[in-house]
């Protein structure tokens, strides 16, 4: 996972509805599709640019693929943005 993969994932108004349908709980992908106006095809190309991102993470469970949630990524962004943060606030003490 790079932040350049993240950001590009996060770009997208239909992956960011995405992870809101996920942040309560996992959903199977037909779920996740019926919830948008678009190919079924569409919605793996986005779940697969957040795959790559690793923002979900995938289950198999016999005839179904389950996404969920990976919020260690968001997590790992959210401190970065705290440490960038930090160091501006130390620059404005001086």
């Not at 995938?58 to 389950?66: F, H």
């Not at 990524?73 to 705290?82: H, N, P, R, S, Y």
Request: net charge negative; hydrophobic share 40%.
């Amino acid at each position: 996972m790079t932040f350049a993969d993240t950001f590009k994932a996060l770009s997208h108004p239909v992956r960011r509805e995405i992870l809101n349908l996920l942040k309560n709980s996992r959903m199977s992908a037909g779920e996740i599709a019926g919830q948008f106006e678009m190919t079924a095809a569409t919605i793996s190309h986005h779940l697969s640019i957040l795959k790559k991102a690793e923002l979900i993470m995938e289950t198999r469970e016999k005839n179904y693929i389950y996404y969920d949630l990976n919020a260690s990524v968001l997590e790992e962004i959210m401190v970065w943005f705290a440490d960038l943060r930090g160091s501006n606030d130390e620059k404005n003490k001086c």
